[in-house]
């Protein structure tokens, strides 16, 4: 048990839906990430925040939008996807200390974009 | 760019040792990770590395060297359960994370 959680654990949807991904941290974090995890690639890092500002942006479509209501929820929100995002998407955490810190992971919500 | 290389796949047999390589192009160098994920889990922490040597727990140990861009993780006595994807990731200096493709380790019986 890694101490993040992560719902749904599978999702399947059209191109049309809208749907949102959730994290929730047990573990006093002060910083929260969203990865996408596609077969054979490097882990693509798409958001962070850190003490619930948004830090990082790495040119993601804005078909994604991210929310950090507090420092223990994350969510990812979906609309008008491609079937190209049909990936793994983890969420991370970590206490930020001077760059030591450990990153760690949900077990990810498996998307499907039909 | 940045670069961090490990093999797609390696196949060993249980109770055997083996070396999964990292190598490493990235500007800066603030550590090294490696961790560990089940298929259809979550990544889970392994080792980290940010001086010269080896660093040892328990079966597994991991090795680091800056000046040649490269580390290893050996997982000694291997059991089943040890069939996993091992992910090595480097610490930029932007202090952000720049992950490997990851190895498919197979072992066999």
């Known amino acids: 048990e890694t101490g993040v959680t992560q719902t749904p654990r599978h999702l399947v949807m059209g191109m049309t839906n809208k749907k949102s991904l959730k994290c929730e941290q047990h573990?006093?974090?002060?910083?929260m990430y969203w990865y996408k995890q596609s077969a054979k690639k490097p882990l693509e890092l798409m958001f962070v925040y850190s003490l619930e500002e948004r830090v990082e942006n790495n040119s993601v479509p804005s078909r994604f939008s991210p929310e950090c209501p507090n420092s223990s929820h994350l969510f990812l929100h979906l609309h008008t996807l491609q079937p190209e995002d049909s990936a793994l998407y983890l969420c991370?955490?970590?206490?930020?200390?001077?760059?030591?810190?450990?990153?760690?992971f949900g077990p990810g919500t498996r998307l499907l974009v039909l | 760019g940045q670069n961090i290389d490990q093999p797609t796949e390696m196949t060993a047999t249980e109770g055997a040792i083996v070396q999964i390589n990292c190598t490493y192009q990235?500007?800066?160098?603030?550590?090294l990770f490696w961790y560990q994920q089940h298929a259809g889990e979550a990544p889970t922490f392994l080792s980290y590395?940010?001086l010269d040597g080896l660093e040892e727990k328990g079966r597994f140990s991991s090795f680091l060297s800056r000046s040649k861009g490269y580390s290893y993780l050996l997982l000694k006595e291997l059991q089943m359960k040890d069939s996993a994807s091992y992910l090595c990731?480097?610490?930029?200096?932007?202090?952000?994370?720049?992950w490997g493709a990851g190895t498919k380790l197979i072992i066999k019986p």
């Open positions: 573990l006093g974090h002060n910083a």
């Open positions: 590395n940010v």
């Open positions: 991370a955490s970590s206490q930020e200390r001077g760059g030591q810190e450990t990153q760690y």
């Open positions: 990235t500007s800066g160098f603030n550590g």
């Open positions: 990731a480097v610490r930029d200096s932007n202090y952000q994370l720049i």
